[in-house]
């Protein structure tokens, strides 16, 4: 019997994206997450047991700002939108 896919929610706050994951039965060291592009990969493997998921992000982030808290076997991943570049407009007086 395959296991129900875990709930994955996906939240936009201020300068922020915030993935939230339940991966119950899993250890913190057992879960790894990495940015390519404007996608989030996340697996995590424990005894047996295996999950990989590839998430598309709202928004372009900064890989480098990732951070990653698991407790009560939920996952918190946060990630800093990257800046946009804004057309500039050029007025001559």
Request: no cysteine; glycine share 6%; hydrophobic share 45%.
């Amino acid at each position: 019997m395959k296991e129900p896919e875990p709930l994955i929610d996906i939240f936009q706050n201020g300068d922020n994206i915030m993935v939230v994951a339940e991966l119950k039965g899993f250890r913190k060291e057992n879960i790894k997450a990495r940015v390519e592009k404007r996608r989030l990969v996340l697996s995590a493997n424990a005894h047996g047991r295996s999950y990989h998921k590839i998430l598309s992000l709202p928004k372009a982030v900064v890989p480098e700002s990732m951070r990653m808290a698991y407790k009560n076997g939920v996952v918190e991943i946060i990630l800093k939108k990257a800046i946009e570049a804004k057309a500039i407009k050029e007025l001559a007086g």
